[in-house]
């Protein structure tokens, strides 16, 4: 029994000797398993996280953002000190001390993590940065021991391989810090409108808040655990030695203010324009391309006109609207509850006008004549009749009714409606009524000789409707197409003084088809034997389609193809005056090449692309410029680029459509609404389609080219009094106004050859230089009347007149239309 004791003992520690050899043993094959398939930490050496694609404009401001993570790449050399004392303060505070894993950091959290486990809570953990960069870069989140065993080991990996800046550079630009930031440079940008480095220590001390939980520290929900929070990390700053602790005392003082930044554009009414560059990118780079890979677009689009473009359709479409009246109120609200249903109705999508300006209200009651409205806040002003006097009746026929004389002739109580501030000399806080106007239009500006497109806005405003009226709506372009008609006549010898008959003109389209007899907007009126000048000046329509049927339309249809206005064009007689249809960017990218010389150019919003690395990828302007990143000055020749722009037609001919549209703002249809009112160097062309169901005006100054297109999107009638020059030009004035106000008055550029000789206006006939009524007239060297090369087309320079019957070129019959097309205005 003696002997038993030193036995049982002897037995036990060999026991228990084997039991720690076999659990040795055990956790050596288990930290073998968890490690033989490890990722490589090399892997982070190539770190390329998905980072935001940015739009901008040409002065940098930022048009778009395109993202699954808004995560800004800044590299560990620009992130300031402050930021990574700050994060480092919050989240491993011995971090430039131990070897990946923080040894006293994880007995203090297995203290406090015991006594959250006994509470039921979850366990909190001690990771280091390091080993966060591990988990988020090559493991997962769960919370078993084996994750956590594999995470420190690549922890110490991670930190034996790079300096401590690589691995802060890698945990800075990947940390989700809340809203869909990631990475420092994002959130800094996106709560605060600040760059890294202009950051406070109280803005520093919040992001480095957002780690440990972003969603719980969120000011917009939870501002004052969030400024516990952010306060906890300036005395963690400040027991670090970071900052002293007035410093830190002051920086608790700050009020935490953030300016959330909504991803996309930060400048206005440029949605329609970055929605067409977000599809291009698409199909050029799909989405992984454009959401992740950091692209840098450099847009074309120049804020100052967009800011003038938007302005001007909006308030054409609004001035059309308001001449033919008022639809009436289309919601209401209960007056017992009117401050939540009008809440419901402000946070409708469907119920949105897009226009900063523009606010819902209800009516609560009248005063006199005028209307006591309500707002969302709970706020009251009023209508005087002066902001509802616009509002007679709509009737059918886009005719209206007569003005209103009481407030109740308008709207009644519990009516919800836009309003918007009225200015001066109204009364401070009175109001005048407003609606969206169902009529809708696009309008496009573009740099003539490049294509860059400079402004463009495809309707009142993107958030009432995305459809885009600039690029996607195809229309008849009525009169305005007639400068392709008369250019194919020049380029085919006659001259702008050369005479066609404008005279009743009837064609028969086939059997059972019957009589096609094309009319003047002027019903029954013509002027005889007409200058081809006055004639475009004057828009006539059945001059124009005899002009086209004398060339032959098989010959027409080839220019308008060349500039791109169409990719086919059916050769039928009708077609001469705008019946085919086509989109407002391909009109302007075509009259752009009649301003520029005739030379093709192709409508671009990108003018360069680059890569996450500053690459170029692509540029609209593909010409290599030889020399021009020479390092250093040796009296070498300027480096010139050379202008490889393909010519499509005669540049004599394309000054002399430019001289004719010129007299279309100067005498002609424009000459009212455009002309009188900007003493610069203009041309155009109006245009109205079929009963009036688009109307447009493409024109430009030598350096400037702009379309503007209206209409409704289920095509009806504008009016009966209605035209391209009542609707589409004053747009084109009113936008033209703002862009050239400072711009010298240039004078379009004569094409060498050309020779300009004073003639009668009406006559065409040469006249002594200052003889009333004269106007200079271009014609190409050689072809003024009674010279050498002068053109003879019939009696007294006139075409020969138009016969009944199937059009030169075809055998197909002409569609069944009368066109009012073009008009007088």
């Known amino acids: 029994m003696e002997n038993f004791l030193p036995r049982l003992l002897k037995w036990l520690g060999l026991a228990a000797a084997a039991l720690v050899v076999v659990v040795i043993g055990f956790s050596a094959f288990w930290i073998f398993t968890l490690t033989r398939d490890l990722p490589s930490v090399e892997t982070l050496q190539d770190y390329a996280p998905p980072v935001t694609t940015r739009v901008y404009a040409g002065n940098g401001t930022v048009l778009g953002e395109y993202a699954h993570e808004r995560r800004i790449f800044v590299p560990a050399t620009f992130i300031p000190k402050l930021v990574k004392e700050a994060f480092t303060s919050a989240e491993d505070r011995n971090f430039y001390n131990h070897p990946g894993i923080d040894p006293s950091g994880i007995l203090r959290a297995i203290i406090k993590d015991v006594g959250l486990v006994l509470q039921g809570r979850r366990p909190q953990g001690a990771s280091t940065i390091t080993q966060q960069v591990a988990r988020g870069f090559l493991l997962n989140s769960d919370l078993k021991m084996a994750r956590k065993v594999r995470e420190a080991i690549l922890a110490v990996r991670i930190d034996a391989t790079y300096p401590k800046e690589k691995v802060l550079e890698l945990y800075l630009n990947e940390i989700n810090l809340g809203q869909n930031s990631y990475g420092v440079g994002a959130a800094s940008l996106n709560y605060f409108g600040k760059s890294l480095d202009e950051l406070t220590i109280p803005e520093v001390a919040f992001l480095a808040a957002l780690p440990k939980s972003p969603s719980h520290y969120d000011p917009r929900f939870h501002l004052q655990a969030a400024q516990d929070r952010r306060n906890w990390v300036i005395s963690q700053m400040a027991d670090n030695g970071y900052i002293t602790d007035a410093q830190a005392a002051e920086a608790k003082a700050t009020p935490l203010i953030t300016q959330t930044r909504a991803l996309g554009s930060q400048a206005a009414d440029v949605d329609y324009y970055v929605e067409e560059v977000r599809r291009q990118l698409i199909a050029k780079y799909k989405a992984k391309g454009l959401y992740d890979s950091g692209l840098q677009v450099r847009a074309s689009l120049d804020t100052r006109l967009q800011n003038y473009a938007v302005s001007a359709l909006r308030s054409g479409l609004v001035r059309y609207d308001r001449r033919h009246g008022w639809r009436g109120a289309k919601l209401t609200v209960d007056l017992n509850n009117w401050k939540t249903g009008l809440a419901k109705l402000a946070n409708d999508p469907g119920h949105q006008s897009g226009i900063e300006t523009w606010r819902i209200a209800v009516a609560l009651d009248y005063q006199g004549k005028a209307i006591r409205i309500g707002f969302v806040d709970g706020t009251t002003a009023q209508i005087p009749f002066d902001g509802y006097k616009w509002a007679h009746r709509q009737l059918p026929g886009a005719v209206w009714g007569p003005t209103p004389s009481r407030p109740q002739d308008v709207v009644k109580p519990g009516d919800a409606f836009f309003v918007e501030p009225l200015a001066p000399p109204a009364a401070p806080g009175d109001f005048g009524l407003r609606q969206v106007p169902e009529v809708n ?211 004599r001919t394309a000054y002399q459509i430019v001289s004719m549209l010129q007299g279309v703002v100067q005498r002609g249809t424009a000459a009212y609404s455009v002309g009188a009112q900007i003493p610069k160097p203009l041309a155009g062309k109006t245009g109205t389609s079929q009963d009036a169901q688009s109307v447009w005006f493409i024109g430009f100054s030598p350096d400037l080219a702009a379309g503007v297109y209206v209409g409704f999107d ?112």
């Open 441 to 651: 239009g696009a309008i496009v500006a573009m740099d003539p000789h490049t294509g860059r497109v400079l402004a463009l806005s495809g309707g009142f405003s993107y958030a009432s409707s995305q459809f885009d009226r600039a690029m996607q709506a195809e229309r008849q372009p009525g009169s305005s197409f007639k400068p392709f008609v008369y250019a194919t006549a020049l380029d085919n010898g006659y001259t702008p003084a050369s005479k066609v008959l404008d005279a009743p003109f009837e064609m028969d389209q086939g059997p059972g088809l019957g009589i096609w007899r094309p009319d003047n907007f002027e019903k029954g009126e013509f002027l005889g034997d007409t200058t081809l000048r006055r004639g475009i000046e004057l828009s006539r329509n059945v001059m124009t389609v005899r002009l086209a049927h004398d060339l032959g339309m098989n010959q027409v249809v080839k220019l308008p193809i060349r500039f791109g206005v169409y990719d086919k064009l059916p050769p039928l007689l009708a077609n001469s005056l705008g019946s085919y249809e086509t989109t407002l960017l391909r009109m302007v990218t075509g009259y752009s090449e009649f301003v520029n010389g005739g030379k093709k150019i192709s409508a671009s919003l990108i003018d360069r692309i680059q890569d996450r690395n500053g690459k170029t990828i692509w540029r609209h302007d593909e010409r290599k410029c030889e020399g021009c990143n020479d390092g250093a000055w040796h009296d070498q020749e300027e480096p010139l680029l050379a202008d490889n722009r393909e010519q499509i037609i005669d540049p």
């Open 714 to 825: 289920n095509p009806r009638t504008l009016g009966p009094k209605e035209q391209g020059a009542t609707v589409a030009a004053p747009i084109f004035r009113d936008f033209m106004k703002g862009a050239l106000a400072d711009a010298p008055a240039t004078p379009f550029r004569i094409a060498p050859g050309i020779e300009e000789v004073p003639i009668d206006w009406k006559s065409g006939n040469p006249v002594p230089a200052g003889t009333p009524g004269a106007i200079i007239e271009a014609f190409k060297a050689g072809t003024a009347p009674g010279e050498a090369n002068a053109p003879t087309l019939g009696d007294d320079g006139a075409a020969a007149p138009g016969v009944a019957g199937a059009q030169p070129g075809t055998n197909a019959p002409a569609p069944t239309v009368s066109e009012g097309t073009g008009g007088i205005y």
